[in-house]
């Protein structure tokens, strides 16, 4: 692609300034985009397929639906959707600042370093390298590297705010500050880790409080990188493409303010009935409500910004486009607050229900807007027609109706699974105690879900094929629009705030009167438009204040984590075992945590306590069950059990559609780096003792224990070095802790006043 030449600012006489926009960058972004997110739809396409015919890995470990979920999510959220924000905000900032980016050096940085942090993705992921904690999978040194080019974004984005010539902040750049602060503190506190190695790390906090970090980063993930960016895309263009002013400058106003603080309170909710004390998920769940009010101020305001152009959504597929991914915000923010409440997460937690609610909002609010500002943006940044405006439109109806097959058979399947798993029989009963049962159930649902993912993927490469036909049009070489404006008068005060119109019809009202009409009219807030460095004070405070509220009190106050005397740390052998199970990604498909329902007790067993999870960093309670609960399965079954499980699953359950995992039967354990890993938790706090010495020497000894055993009940000789024993004296331990001894809990009484 031809290079654009590149125009700097010139004084020119009086207070005019020349000055051309970096359309280059947009142009590097946009290819991304679309190369990213026909990558992470076929990847998800291969997995739904596994769920199915999980021979589909051909024995390979680095293809497998546990190892390609992660890269999957992290395609779509971090790749297409992060590069199609960047493509319309490097696009619209610049016109909204009246200014060329702030450094050109520093757009590239930012597009380089963000492309290379996505393939580290696609090589580590697969290899197993993972931190297990979800949309944060990323181990530590690509964690700095992302914290780096967020820094050369901001940097970037904040010179050119205050070099700009237009005074006050458009709506669209109050919602760009939000995503790049915010943003910035969930990804430092959430990635805070001890290094074990040059690519394997343990988060600093355990249990209970990794849960809290967990879901404070991963709800909040959503908020400020899949929401509030792309509301700021919305305002600007949405209306852009419709030719119409945005509804009502107040509601944006009110909409903004009322996320930034709202948002940040609600990420326990997705932690009901777990190990979370109660009180705190019961905070989430009351500002997860409340944010249903905000949300749909912004959908409001983004639909009525139509009226009067009704009739251009019948003809310009890119309206289609914009108006669809609107409403399926609208949906999604309607939804998720309902999902918060707790009888309905009862039902919905673990389940498909809440696949089909993410991707409702990362594929159809995301996606869609991603998909009309590519084609808003195509025939602009490369100065032609768009090349065909009918496979446009055929684009729209295959994803419409991709998305909609997606995400109906995934709420079939969700709310399926949950009555199942709750379902009793006349006697009293599980009605299915065999997981599988559910399972099977959803076969036909997941068929359904793979069509809808090809017809999406299949819009996909249409519009990418699309507009590498509209490049193919574009002129030799690109003109290098020139624009003026005045610079900014650097030592500005501004107009003396206008009376009120209460004041100004002379209202015979008190004083405070006349400041609440102040308020309403919202004059404070122009002062604020002009003020970027207050401006984002706000906002970082805004989000650091809810934030604390709810962090301090879950670290501090002892209660909410009560001590259980007989849960001892994991041995280097288990330690190691953990490693394999997470490197796996068998978090994907199972929980590690029993909630205190009846149906739960009877198929798992004893409900999970906040103590037993005191030495887990990071935690393991997972988000869904394709698999069944494992936080009870440590001496269910004998140790040859478990060999032929991983060996071939449907060896053990016919029905089963776990992949097999012949390697770890195969695989070498590397004993020689289990001590680096005992004494980097030993670092966390975590009472070692002797291990700390002699880790590599005890984790011998337990192995050599292990694989007599298996001999003995009839299995291969010769395991106790390889990684399938490591694994199996992990599973064994689970949940067994608090058979050992009564559990003794401090302070007395906590524990169910907790759950």
């Not at 680095?62 to 696009?91: C, D, E, K, Q, W």
Request: aromatic fraction near 14%.
């Amino acid at each position: 692609m031809e290079k654009e030449s590149v125009a700097r600012d010139v004084q020119v006489a009086g207070n005019l300034q020349t000055f051309s926009y970096d359309n280059n960058i947009v142009r590097l972004f946009t290819i991304a985009t679309i190369v990213w997110g026909a990558v992470g739809m076929l990847v998800g396409l291969i997995i739904a397929v596994q769920l199915y015919l999980p021979e589909l890995n051909f024995g390979i470990p680095y293809i497998t639906f546990s190892r390609l979920r992660p890269l999957h999510t992290n395609a779509v959220i971090f790749a297409f959707v992060g590069n199609g924000i960047f493509m319309g905000l490097y696009y619209s900032l610049q016109r909204l600042c009246k200014a060329r980016m702030f450094n050109d050096t520093l757009s590239h940085i930012h597009f380089w370093g963000w492309q290379l942090i996505i393939v580290a993705a696609a090589v580590t992921l697969p290899l197993g390298i993972t931190t297990s904690k979800e949309y944060a999978e990323l181990e530590w040194p690509i964690d700095v590297a992302i914290a780096l080019v967020w820094i050369v974004f901001g940097i970037n984005m904040f010179g050119t705010i205050i070099k700009r010539r237009e005074r006050h902040m458009y709506v669209a750049i109050w919602f760009y500050i939000a995503s790049i602060v915010a943003v910035a503190i969930l990804h430092i506190f959430n990635s805070l880790a001890i290094p074990a190695g040059p690519l394997k790390s343990y988060s600093v906090y355990a249990g209970v409080q990794d849960a809290f970090m967990q879901w404070w980063y991963g709800h909040n993930a959503v908020a400020f990188f899949l929401t509030t960016p792309f509301l700021g895309l919305m305002y600007y263009f949405l209306p852009k493409a419709a030719n119409r002013p945005v509804f009502s400058y107040r509601l944006s106003i009110l909409h903004f303010w009322s996320l930034v603080f709202v948002y940040i309170w609600a990420g326990p909710h997705h932690l009901h009935y777990t190990s979370l004390p109660e009180w705190a998920s019961t905070l989430g769940m009351l500002f997860s409500v409340m944010l249903w009010m905000p949300s749909w101020g912004g959908m409001i305001n983004g639909l009525f910004t139509l009226r009067g152009a009704w009739n251009k959504v019948a003809e310009d597929p890119v309206l289609k486009f914009f108006v669809v991914g609107v409403t399926f915000y609208g949906m999604s923010t309607f939804e998720g607050p309902m999902l918060s409440i707790k009888s309905i997460n009862a039902l919905s937690h673990y389940t498909d229900w809440t696949i089909a609610h993410v991707h409702s909002g990362a594929l159809g609010w995301n996606g869609f807007m991603t998909f009309g500002m590519l084609y808003w943006l195509a025939p602009r940044l490369f100065q032609t027609q768009l090349w065909s405006k009918k496979l446009c439109e055929i684009h729209f109806w295959i994803g419409t109706i991709g998305i909609l097959a997606y995400i109906v058979s995934m709420y079939t399947a969700g709310v399926t699974q949950g009555l199942m798993w709750r379902a009793f029989d006349e006697t009293g009963r599980l009605a299915y105690p065999d997981f599988v049962e559910t399972v099977m159930q959803l076969m036909p649902m997941y068929w359904v879900r793979v069509v809808g993912g090809t017809l999406f993927l299949t819009g996909i490469i249409l519009g990418g094929f699309n507009i590498l036909m509209t490049w193919t049009t574009r002129p030799k070489t690109y003109e290098d629009e020139v624009h003026q404006a005045a610079a900014l008068e650097p030592n500005y005060v501004g107009p003396v705030p206008p009376k009120s119109r209460l004041e100004e019809e002379g209202a015979p009202v008190a004083h405070i009167a006349y400041k609440i009409g102040y308020f309403v009219e919202a004059n404070w807030h122009r002062v604020w438009e002009r003020r970027p460095f207050k401006f984002t004070v706000w906002v970082a405070i805004s989000v650091a204040v809810a934030s604390l509220f709810e962090i301090i009190p879950t670290f501090l106050i002892r209660s909410n984590v009560p001590t259980i005397t007989s849960v001892q740390p994991y041995t280097p052998l288990e330690l190691a075992g953990r490693d394999i199970y997470i490197a796996e990604g068998c978090y994907n498909c199972h929980s590690q945590m029993v909630r205190p329902f009846r149906a739960e007790t009877e198929r798992y067993g004893e409900y999970s306590k906040p103590g037993e999870f005191v030495y887990d960093h990071p935690f393991q309670w997972g988000s869904r069950r394709i698999g069944p609960d494992l936080h009870r399965v440590g001496g269910k079954y004998p140790h040859l059990w478990h060999v032929d499980h991983m060996k071939d699953p449907r060896q053990v359950v016919e029905q089963s559609i776990m992949p097999p995992y012949p390697w770890l039967l195969e695989d070498d354990l590397d004993f020689g780096s289990i001590q680096a890993r005992v004494d980097a938790m030993v670092m966390l706090g975590v009472p070692y003792g002797d291990a700390v010495n002699q880790a590599e020497q005890l984790a011998h000894e337990q192995a050599q224990t292990i694989g007599k055993e298996i001999a003995a009940q009839g299995g291969p000789a010769g395991l106790e070095t390889k990684k399938i024993v490591a694994l199996i004296a992990y599973l064994q331990r689970l949940g067994t802790d608090i058979k050992n001894a009564p559990p003794e809990v401090v302070p007395a009484g906590t524990v169910a006043q907790s759950l």
